[in-house]
């Protein structure tokens, strides 16, 4: 099986952009697809991303997905940043045995 | 409005047993395959089991093979997870997750609210 490797933490300041990188240990990452939610402090989490760059209606397009080849990673790219976007972030993958497979998640902060 | 509601949690000692449910509502349930998340204490996200829409194949996280089993009542609109022996690493909220369409892609549109597990003496 494979690992999701995020930053345990980021923060940035208001208004700014922000990329929150997940790498897959072994085998290519365009080998599935890519997830990413969004959990706020005290709630379940959301869907921002799926099949690696699709938002799902309701979704604003300052949260783009994106995949790099060369490091065998994913990313989710957060722009304008508000404080509402303080939250914790996790990329999901599955293997070719249909189980998934979480990042470690990363926490935002919006100073 | 997709709507996913746990219940069956609550505290059991080490090597008891407990039979979370989940309630679907607002989409055609035996369309959706669906899985099992969950979350210990201040950590992250753990993937648990999945289930097809028919109930025809189901997959299990290494952590818990063998001792949890995932199903489901389509006419009920429910779908279930059985725990047994179960251990301390398993107190978590459990969360009932929406799978899209889509079969052998893990990619969760819906998320429950979460019920929790404590294993405790």
């Known amino acids: 099986n494979f690992m999701l490797a995020q930053p345990r933490s980021v923060s940035e300041s208001p208004g700014k952009t922000v990329t929150i990188s997940c790498t897959r240990s072994?085998?290519?990452?365009?080998?599935?697809?890519v997830q990413w939610y969004q959990q706020r402090p005290g709630s379940s989490p959301t869907t921002l991303i799926y099949e690696n760059f699709q938002r799902p209606s309701g979704v604003p397009d300052r949260f783009s997905g994106s995949i790099d080849t060369s490091s065998n990673s994913a990313s989710l790219t957060i722009s304008g940043l508000r404080t509402e976007d303080e939250a914790d972030y996790y990329c999901q993958s599955y293997d070719s045995y249909i189980h998934g497979v979480f990042g470690g998640g990363t926490k935002l902060t919006v100073l | 409005e997709v709507q996913l509601v746990e219940s069956g949690g609550g505290l059991v000692q080490p090597g008891g047993s407990l039979r979370l449910s989940c309630a679907a509502s607002?989409?055609?349930?035996?369309?959706?395959?669906m899985n099992w998340v969950r979350q210990a204490p201040g950590k992250g996200l753990e993937w648990v089991a999945y289930?097809?829409?028919?109930?025809?194949?189901?997959y299990y996280a290494d952590s818990v093979k063998g001792r949890v089993t995932i199903s489901r009542n389509n006419a009920q609109n429910s779908l279930f997870l059985q725990m047994n022996n179960v251990r301390d690493e398993d107190t978590a909220q459990y969360y009932c997750?929406?799978?899209?369409?889509?079969?052998?892609?893990?990619?969760?549109?819906?998320w429950g609210l979460g019920t929790p597990v404590t294993v405790s003496s």
């Open positions: 607002g989409f055609t349930f035996s369309r959706y395959h």
């Open positions: 289930i097809s829409g028919n109930s025809g194949m189901t």
């Open positions: 997750a929406r799978d899209r369409t889509i079969f052998g892609v893990i990619s969760i549109d819906a």
């Open positions: 072994s085998g290519s990452i365009v080998s599935s697809y």
